[in-house]
């Protein structure tokens, strides 16, 4: 078998340490490879808790050098829990153990300082760990996200690491926004700071490999992900859409989020061939499964998981939290409706201005998108109810309490559960997904997988996986503002049709889609391993 090595900061297939998306792909296409005939070990840092949490065994003692003096990483093993003849191998060093957390906010100005540490020795150590030849040798280096993208400017330019060059080595990029970008200097979370005789070589003798690392926009800053871009061997996008997005550079008037200041890089490398658009995945049954029928019942089942969540979150907490206690209300209110609501719409996912940007933009008679969609509900021929599961960015959560205190048609519970997630998607008629950019997308393949259609805006995996009224709504437009018009309008048609006998074979061919685990690991193996 042919072996890769993913070097990640997540990893859905342990417990604890998923975030977002990319750990979902860390997770899931293991296994899918393997039916390939490729063995895929990951490496990841320890966090504190992984090794003793996968009975992990200790292998190895690596020394390095890291902020001018000789640091000890140690380096374990772990079967993988899902794939025979996998590894998990993880990185542990005291740099790594945040109380369990992935990843540490910096609110004294210095974004991203704390985790650029933390991933600089990542990079590092599995740089070491590789040529020492403590791990099998692979065949393929896989990095994901900016996280890694120091071990790619090692590849290329520190001598101790020059046998990493004669290793396929392929990027993921799962989020250009978010790129990691750290002073090159006079910083004590910085270039210079990790690995001072680098940096002196590289900015006295190569302005050429400077002109690769550093970011477009702040010159003083290095920016890991622009040197992954620019100095692996294929870059791949986690979707065919978004791998064409990014070739054009983030207009906000318009609402265009795209290259985020690397887009001539990631032309040029276009132009190469070595720019790659591939869908990510989700697994299926074996067969497609008949629609499920909606009941009255579906939904007070809802509501009492949701309540349920609602008390748990109460329960752990000493103060009571002004959303809960609206969302309380709001479930009462619902459970003395003389019935259930004619449409349930659903949302699920972490709260950021790329998720919600678009539902809440402010509009001519000073109310939120949000609230016109609310109103649509309360209003039209098909009375409506939003529920809308999530957490993250405190203004935003704070902006949606206000709305839910508002307006009786949305139930917002603000936090996550797993269980609660699945209840929406098996039971909801139609899901929200208003991004104003989205890389790839998975809580779209989940609603369908249930048989529920998505109100999705056109761009990067979303339109990949939805076809405007075919198997869901996709919405459009020029500007900002024609966006969130489209937006409103394509939810008052979608509800609408719920009405219509139409509207079964939407749901049908939701369920029918298939985006499979294995059709990606075939296109990885071909385009991007080169197998």
């Known amino acids: 078998m042919k072996r890769v090595l993913m070097l990640a900061a997540e990893n859905a297939a342990v417990a604890g340490a998923k975030v977002g998306g990319m750990a979902d792909v860390i997770g899931d296409l293991p296994a899918a490879l393997h039916n390939e005939h490729v063995a895929v070990d990951v490496m990841m840092p320890s966090y504190g808790f992984l090794v003793s949490q996968l009975k992990a065994r200790f292998i190895a003692d690596v020394s390095l050098p890291f902020r001018g003096?000789?640091?000890?990483?140690?380096?374990?093993?772990?079967?993988?829990?899902?794939?025979?003849?996998?590894?998990?191998?993880?990185?542990?060093?005291?740099?790594?153990?945040?109380?369990?957390?992935?990843?540490?906010?910096?609110?004294?100005?210095?974004?991203?300082?704390?985790?650029?540490?933390?991933?600089?020795?990542?990079?590092?150590?599995?740089?070491?760990?590789?040529?020492?030849?403590?791990?099998?040798?692979?065949?393929?280096?896989?990095?994901?996200?900016?996280?890694?993208?120091?071990?790619?400017?090692?590849?290329?330019?520190?001598?101790?690491?020059?046998?990493?060059?004669?290793?396929?080595?392929?990027?993921?990029?799962?989020?250009?926004?978010?790129?990691?970008?750290?002073?090159?200097?006079?910083?004590?979370?910085?270039?210079?700071?990790?690995?001072?005789?680098?940096?002196?070589?590289?900015?006295?003798?190569?302005?050429?490999?400077?002109?690769?690392?550093?970011?477009?926009?702040?010159?003083?800053?290095?920016?890991?992900?622009?040197?992954?871009?620019?100095?692996?061997?294929?870059?791949?996008?986690?979707?065919?859409?978004?791998?064409?997005?990014?070739?054009?550079?983030?207009?906000?008037?318009?609402?265009?989020?795209?290259?985020?200041?690397?887009?001539?890089?990631?032309?040029?490398?276009?132009?190469?061939?070595?720019?790659?658009?591939?869908?990510?995945?989700?697994?299926?049954?074996?067969?497609?499964?008949?629609?499920?029928?909606?009941?009255?019942?579906?939904?007070?089942k809802v509501l009492d998981y949701a309540e349920q969540c609602l008390l748990n979150n109460l329960a752990s907490n000493q103060w009571v939290a002004s959303q809960d206690q609206i969302a309380l209300q709001r479930l009462n209110q619902l459970r003395r409706a003389a019935k259930a609501p004619s449409c349930l719409l659903t949302s699920v996912g972490r709260l950021t201005s790329q998720k919600v940007a678009l539902l809440l933009q402010v509009m001519a008679d000073g109310r939120y998108a949000i609230e016109h969609l609310l109103q649509s509900l309360a209003t039209g021929q098909s009375q409506g109810v939003l529920i809308l599961l999530g957490s993250g960015d405190e203004h935003i959560e704070q902006q949606l309490r206000q709305v839910a205190g508002r307006w009786p048609q949305l139930l917002f519970i603000n936090g996550f559960d797993l269980p609660l997630s699945q209840l929406l998607y098996q039971h909801g008629d139609l899901f929200m997904m208003p991004s104003s950019f989205e890389p790839c997308g998975i809580s779209q393949m989940l609603a369908m997988k249930a048989g529920q259609p998505c109100i999705v805006h056109g761009v990067g995996g979303l339109k990949d996986t939805i076809e405007h009224q075919v198997d869901g709504w996709v919405f459009n437009g020029d500007s900002l503002a024609d966006k969130v018009d489209a937006m409103l309008a394509t939810v008052t048609e979608a509800v609408a049709m719920t009405e219509q006998p139409q509207f079964q074979s939407i749901r049908q061919q939701a369920l029918a889609n298939r985006f499979t685990w294995q059709d990606v690991a075939k296109a990885y193996c071909e385009e991007l391993y080169e197998f």
């Open 69 to 300: 003096q000789t640091t000890l990483v140690k380096v374990f093993i772990a079967p993988h829990p899902n794939v025979a003849g996998s590894a998990i191998y993880l990185l542990d060093h005291p740099h790594f153990d945040a109380g369990g957390a992935i990843y540490t906010s910096n609110n004294d100005g210095r974004p991203f300082a704390d985790d650029a540490d933390k991933f600089a020795l990542m990079c590092a150590a599995a740089a070491q760990v590789i040529c020492q030849e403590i791990v099998d040798k692979p065949d393929v280096l896989h990095l994901h996200d900016w996280h890694c993208g120091v071990l790619a400017l090692l590849r290329a330019y520190e001598p101790r690491f020059n046998a990493l060059q004669a290793i396929h080595t392929v990027y993921s990029v799962h989020n250009l926004s978010i790129q990691g970008q750290r002073p090159l200097c006079q910083e004590h979370s910085s270039l210079q700071a990790w690995f001072p005789e680098l940096f002196a070589k590289l900015s006295v003798h190569h302005d050429e490999a400077m002109a690769k690392i550093i970011d477009p926009i702040h010159a003083q800053c290095f920016n890991p992900m622009r040197a992954a871009i620019n100095l692996c061997d294929h870059l791949h996008f986690v979707s065919p859409t978004y791998a064409k997005e990014v070739l054009l550079a983030s207009d906000s008037g318009s609402g265009h989020y795209g290259g985020e200041g690397l887009q001539d890089d990631i032309a040029q490398r276009a132009a190469e061939l070595r720019v790659h658009g591939i869908l990510n995945g989700c697994f299926y049954h074996d067969a497609p499964l008949e629609l499920p029928k909606r009941t009255e019942q579906d939904f007070a």
